[in-house]
């Protein structure tokens, strides 16, 4: 090989290095909710959280345009919701951890007092001491996003949650700052640390929070469509991704290395010559 092409080479090792792309935050589960397997298993694309569903949550073909594939319509009883796999405490999240969710919805009706007189929640994850991090829809569909029963701990956006429409939606929890983004910009409005939740090794449920005595309340009614979960905080660029981007934080890589691929060869064989 000449050095010419070793020179070569070396320029597209450091080209594809600079254009690999890299999340600042980690992806460790994802449920696109295309299908809802027999059991009413809906499974996790990423790892072994699968949820299951409870009560009554159906498949609808009305996803967001930035999606292909089908979406969950959720009942907006109290006993609809769709219960994920924490038994490996992959969810054990605290308020001295950085973490992202992300997901689209659009909701049927609005918050408290609706249906049963309570927040309606998108998401939940509830320990046995009653202390639950936790996106809710309240009075007039306003959200708030963070830890119930830690001192406080939450995001509070000016947001209004509009209804029959699909949004996009990133919680974003990073050192003391809570963040949410609305279809891509960010809405928050302050947000206040809190006190450090007991080991969250209880449940984890989308569309309902599960609630003392094991009984259930404050239902979401609406649709939803792929929620992922990080570990680390989504960038701002990532967010703007995930809204445009059909539910990629970052572009996919392969297109990218195959060009600059072609490219090398090109190099490669020309020099050759
Ligand atoms: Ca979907
Ligand atoms: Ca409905």
């Known amino acids: 090989m000449g050095n010419r092409n070793v020179f070569f080479l070396l320029v597209l090792a450091l080209l594809v290095g600079l254009a690999l792309p890299s999340y600042a935050a980690t992806l460790i589960a994802h449920w ?22 409870t009560g009554n949550i159906s498949s609808s073909t009305d ?11 959720f009942g907006g009883a109290t006993g609809d919701f769709l219960a994920i796999d924490n038994s490996s405490n992959l969810f054990d999240f605290r308020t001295t951890d950085d973490f992202s969710f992300s997901f689209w919805a659009n909701p049927d009706l609005n918050g408290q007092p609706s249906v049963g007189g309570f927040n309606h929640r998108l998401f939940a994850i509830r320990n046995g001491a009653n202390q639950t991090l936790q ?34 939606i990133a919680a974003v929890k990073e050192g003391n700052n809570y963040r949410i983004y609305h ?12 006190g450090d939740p007991q080991p969250a090794a209880g449940s984890f449920t989308i569309g309902n929070a599960v ?34 981007g059909g539910g990629n934080a970052v572009p996919e890589a ?20």
């Open 254 to 273: 392969n297109s990218l290395i195959l060009l600059l691929l072609a490219v090398g060869g090109s190099f490669t064989y020309f020099g050759k010559k």
């Open 183 to 194: 279809n891509g910009v960010d809405v928050t409005n302050g947000s206040v640390a809190g």
């Open 63 to 73: 996803s967001p345009d930035q999606l292909s594939g089908n979406t969950l319509d």
């Open 211 to 244: 609630r003392f005595n094991n009984s259930n309340s404050g239902p979401y009614d609406g649709q939803m469509d792929d929620f992922q979960v990080f570990t680390g905080a989504l960038t701002s660029e990532e967010v703007e991704n995930l809204f445009v």
């Open 32 to 53: 696109d909710f295309d299908n809802i397997l027999p059991g009413g298993i809906v499974q996790d694309k990423v790892g072994s959280a699968n949820g299951t569903i």
């Open 135 to 168: 996106l809710i829809l309240r009075e007039g569909n306003v959200v708030r996003f963070g830890f119930a029963g830690v001192s406080g701990a939450q995001a509070n956006p000016d947001l209004v949650f509009p209804l029959n429409e699909w949004s996009h």
